[in-house]
Structure formats: structure tokens, C-alpha cells
């Protein structure tokens, strides 16, 4: 069999194990991501194809995972918690794994093969956002409860899992996603799909997203959507009308955007999340208490872990709380569910800043592919990726996939006869 062609197989059944949850959760060894394709990948490009180790992408994601993974993490960080330990792995693993294959399809520029993936991966998209949408008519809470304890208490929760609903790394790129089909949308001719299709398609992601009543990836993807319809000339002249309006806003009285909230939230089903979150909002806009023991609200609950978390950092700024035997730990902990600043706590300057860089370096040949009109809504779909971090944990195995391999790929679909440099 042609090496290509192996490649084709072994990437199929990447992205069907990490985005069909309903195949992966019905046959865990044959649809393993885990356990047989990611090293089984790993293993066919070491083998195969180990050049693409020398490209700066691969190499920035190696050192991420011998320093952080292994050296710094045992010596410089050994009091980390075993939770941020795992996670940190976890980033590895989904970080090395789509960075190898970005740099495979890419060298060799594999461009035909690399485009029937990025259709494959939004096929997948697809079905399991209507598995999503089915599984949350049976249980609305399901998608959170499945990522904290919380799925102890739902009912027939291994039955519902079975159906294959998106796990939160899946909302956050959906999320990336939606500029990208702005911009298919926005071309003149027939470059993918029909309009009146991508429309539908941007419809049904929104869908999915009110379906799963995962608040923070409601509002970003809603605010990517409008900046990614106003385009890259009219953002850029609205800036100055941008800052205005933002003033403005901070002038009315926020009893305002309370009873905005509330309604909007009252028009929802009582007992929904989505009800609460809008309702809990409320309240904390009008009792915007930050210390946690204090709060009653959800909200305020959340917007005080940057509080706790910054005099965790304050404590150990360069080298982090995971360098000494901090007194922070709650902290530390509860404040895992900020991606970026959790990190920034845990690593300190020193560490935070060598991470920025390696994910710099990741994704400058990405950028390097699309043109300059195509980059903008790239930029807005890595922007996404970059603010859900900020409001909450983002599960990093999905992003990679949408920002490496499928968005790309869907750029190619266009682009059929540019051969992007190397």
C-alpha cells in the first residue's frame, strides 16, 4: 500500500475517533483514540516519515513535552496536583498528535488527501451534534454533568453516552468553526457548499450550542458571528466606533442589562440551565460580589477564581505555585476551570510565557497557508479558542483538530491548485 494512502486510512480513523463519539463510545478498541490510533499514528510517522520531526511546529511540541510533561514537572514543578498533571499530558498528547499530522500533510502536501479529511471531520461534526441535540432532549444537563460529578445523578447516564453526545472541547470548535463558514458563505461563487446550505449549517452549530446550555460558548460564538459578517474592513474602520460604544454602554444603569438578562432568561424554561444562567447573571450584575464565601450567585462564584487565582500568582510570579508547597491549593484548584490563567498561576512567568511561545510557533505555518482575506477569519476563529479559555477549561483534543487539520483542509477544498509554501 502507497505511504499516502496509509496516511489517509490511519487520519480517517483519527478524526472518527476523536469527533463520531458515537462510534468511539460503542466500539473503545477498534475506535480507540487513546489506546490504538494516536500512537499507531505516532508509530507509522516515526517510522515513515520522521523528517517532519525537524519542522519547527513538531519540535516546539516536543519540547513542550519534554520540559513540561517530563523534566520541569518532576523537578522545578513537582507540587502540582496529580489533576493538573493529567491535564497537562492530556494537552501533550492531543498537541503532538495534530501537530504531526498538520506537519505530514503538509511537507508532503498531501492537499487532495488533507481536504476529504477536513469534509469527513465537519461530516462528523454533524452527526454528532445531532446526537447532541437527541441526547439533550432526554437530558438537558447531560453535556455539563459529563465533565464533573455531576453525571452521577443523571439518569440511564451510560445509555445517553452511548448515543455519542459533544463533549466541551466539541463546543469549543464548533465555535472556531463558525467564522470559517461566514466565510464560505461570503464568497461569490460555489467554492464548498451552496449558501442557503452554509447558512443552515451555521444555524444547526447554533442549534447545538443552545441544545448543550454551555453559557460562555453561546455568547463567544454569537460574537464571532457579528464580527465575522462585518468582515475585516468594516471591523477594522469600526474600532474607533467600537471604543465609543463600549463607553456609551458603561453609561447606562446596569439595572438595564439586568432585566434585559432576565427576561431574555424567563423566556427559557424554568429549570433549564440556560434559564438559570441568564437569571444568575442577572443577580450578579446587580450584587457583583467577588469574594467566593460571599457570592450567592454562579456567577459569582466564577468571576472569583480570577481574584483567588491572581494571589496565587502573586505569591510565586516567576516561578509559580506549582515550584513550592503553596499554601493556595483550593485555590489552585477550583481555579483549574480557567484555562489560561489557572496556567499562569500554576507555571509562573518563567513557565507561561515559554508556553506562549511554543504555541507561537505552532501555528505560524498555519497561518502562513491562507491568504490574507481567508487569514482574518482564521484569526477570529484561534480568537474564540483563545477567550473560551479565558471564561473556563477548554478540552484541547477538539480545538487542535478544527484548528489544524480541518480549517486548514477547508481552506484547500477552496484553494484546489495553490501549493501553499512549506
Same mark, same amino acid.
Given at each position: 500500500m502507497p505511504k499516502s494512502k496509509a496516511l489517509?486510512?490511519?487520519?480517517f480513523m483519527l478524526l472518527l475517533s476523536a469527533l463520531l463519539m458515537i462510534v468511539s463510545n460503542n466500539i473503545p478498541i477498534l475506535a480507540s483514540f487513546r489506546w490504538l490510533w494516536a500512537p499507531g499514528f505516532l508509530l507509522f510517522t516515526f517510522i515513515f516519515d520522521r523528517k517532519v520531526f525537524r519542522t519547527k511546529g513538531v519540535l516546539a511540541a516536543l519540547v513542550y513535552g519534554i520540559l513540561y510533561v517530563g523534566i520541569l514537572q518532576y523537578t522545578l514543578w513537582n507540587y502540582a496536583n496529580d489533576w493538573y498533571k493529567?491535564?497537562?499530558?492530556?494537552?501533550?498528547?492531543?498537541?503532538?498528535?495534530?501537530v504531526l499530522l498538520f506537519a505530514v500533510l503538509h511537507y508532503n502536501r498531501y492537499y487532495e488527501?488533507?481536504?476529504?479529511?477536513?469534509? %469527513?471531520?465537519?461530516?462528523?461534526? @454533524?452527526?454528532?451534534? &445531532?446526537?447532541? /441535540?437527541? #441526547?439533550?432532549? =432526554?437530558?438537558?444537563?447531560?453535556v455539563r454533568g459529563s465533565y464533573s460529578s455531576g453525571y452521577l445523578e443523571i439518569d440511564?447516564?451510560?445509555?445517553?453516552?452511548?448515543?455519542?453526545?459533544?463533549?466541551?472541547?466539541?463546543?469549543?470548535?464548533?465555535?472556531?468553526l463558525l467564522p470559517i463558514l461566514v466565510y464560505f458563505v461570503k464568497q461569490q461563487n460555489r467554492v464548498w457548499l451552496s449558501k442557503r446550505v452554509l447558512i443552515l449549517f451555521i444555524l444547526f452549530l447554533l442549534f447545538v450550542l443552545f441544545s448543550a446550555q454551555i453559557f460562555a460558548n453561546i455568547l463567544v460564538g454569537l460574537a464571532?458571528?457579528?464580527?465575522? %459578517?462585518?468582515?475585516?474592513?468594516? @471591523?477594522?474602520?469600526? &474600532?474607533?466606533? /467600537?471604543? #465609543?460604544?463600549? =463607553?456609551?454602554?458603561?453609561?447606562?444603569?446596569?439595572?438595564?442589562?439586568?432585566d434585559t438578562l432576565k427576561n431574555i432568561g424567563n423566556s427559557f424554561e424554568p429549570g433549564t440551565e440556560l434559564h438559570y444562567k441568564f437569571n444568575d447573571m442577572a443577580e450578579y450584575i446587580e450584587n457583583p460580589v467577588l469574594e467566593e464565601d460571599e457570592t450567592t450567585t454562579g456567577a459569582g462564584g466564577r468571576a472569583s477564581r480570577y481574584p483567588a487565582l491572581l494571589k496565587t500568582f502573586l505569591a510565586a510570579p516567576l516561578l509559580g505555585d506549582a515550584s513550592y508547597n503553596s499554601p493556595y491549593t483550593e485555590e489552585i484548584g477550583s481555579g483549574g476551570h480557567l484555562y489560561w490563567m489557572s496556567r499562569l498561576a500554576l507555571w509562573g512567568i518563567f513557565g507561561f510565557i515559554g508556553y506562549l511561545f511554543i504555541l507561537r510557533q505552532i501555528f505560524k505555518p498555519v497561518l502562513r497557508i491562507f491568504d490574507n482575506e481567508f487569514r482574518f477569519y482564521y484569526y477570529l476563529s484561534l480568537g474564540s479558542t483563545i477567550v473560551l479559555g479565558l471564561l473556563k477549561n477548554i478540552a484541547v483534543r477538539e480545538p487542535y483538530i478544527m484548528l489544524l487539520i480541518i480549517i486548514?483542509?477547508?481552506?484547500?477544498?477552496?484553494?484546489?491548485?495553490?501549493?501553499?509554501?512549506i
Open positions: 489517509y486510512y490511519i487520519a493529567t491535564m497537562i499530558f492530556e494537552d501533550f498528547y492531543a498537541m503532538i498528535v495534530f488527501i488533507w481536504s476529504k479529511l477536513a469534509k %469527513f471531520g465537519v461530516l462528523f461534526i @454533524v452527526i454528532t451534534g &445531532i446526537m447532541t /441535540i437527541v #441526547v439533550t432532549e =432526554i437530558d438537558p444537563l447531560v440511564n447516564y451510560e445509555f445517553l453516552h452511548r448515543l455519542g453526545f459533544g463533549s466541551y472541547g466539541y463546543m469549543t470548535a464548533i465555535v472556531a464571532v458571528l457579528g464580527l465575522s %459578517f462585518m468582515g475585516a474592513r468594516r @471591523v477594522s474602520k469600526s &474600532i474607533g466606533y /467600537i471604543i #465609543v460604544g463600549v =463607553i456609551l454602554l458603561s453609561l447606562i444603569p446596569t439595572s438595564f442589562y439586568a486548514p483542509g477547508l481552506y484547500l477544498v477552496k484553494r484546489q491548485y495553490y501549493t501553499p509554501p
